[in-house]
Nanobody, 120 residues
C-alpha cells in the first residue's frame, strides 16, 4: 500500500506565501507523475499543477506565474510553492500520484488533503 501525506497548509494573508509538501511512502518502486489538486467549498476538485518524473510541468491558468511545482525523486516528495496568494486560492489542497510497485503495476493515489486559507 502507498500513502501520500501532505503538509504545509495553514492561514495566510492575501499576498503571502505558503509551501506545500507531499511525501509518498509505502510499497513504492517508482513514483511517476505527481500533481496538486484543490477543492473549494461547493466547487469541483480542479487540477492546480502537475509534474512528470522528468520534471515537465503543467499549471492551471489561474495559478500560472504565482505557483511553482517541483519534486525530489530521491525523497519521493513533491512541493507546491504558492506566492502572491489570493482569497480565491482558499481550498483543501490534495496531492495525487501515479505509483508503480515492484511488479511495475501502476496505481493512482490521493492524499488526505491540507487546508489553505487566504484571509486578512
Amino acid at each position: 500500500q502507498v500513502q501520500l501525506v501532505e503538509s504545509g497548509g495553514g492561514l495566510v494573508q492575501p499576498g503571502g506565501s505558503l509551501r506545500l509538501s507531499c511525501l509518498a511512502s509505502g510499497s513504492i518502486f517508482i513514483v511517476d507523475s505527481m500533481a496538486w489538486y484543490r477543492q473549494a467549498p461547493g466547487q469541483q476538485r480542479e487540477l492546480v499543477a502537475g509534474i512528470t518524473r522528468d520534471g515537465l510541468t503543467t499549471y492551471a491558468g489561474s495559478v500560472k506565474g504565482r505557483f511553482t511545482i517541483s519534486r525530489d525523486n530521491a525523497k519521493n516528495t513533491a512541493y507546491l510553492q504558492m506566492n502572491t496568494l489570493k482569497a480565491e486560492d482558499t481550498a483543501v489542497y490534495y496531492c495525487n500520484a501515479d505509483v508503480r510497485n515492484k511488479e511495475y503495476w501502476s496505481s493512482n493515489y490521493w492524499g488526505q488533503g491540507t487546508q489553505v486559507t487566504v484571509s486578512s
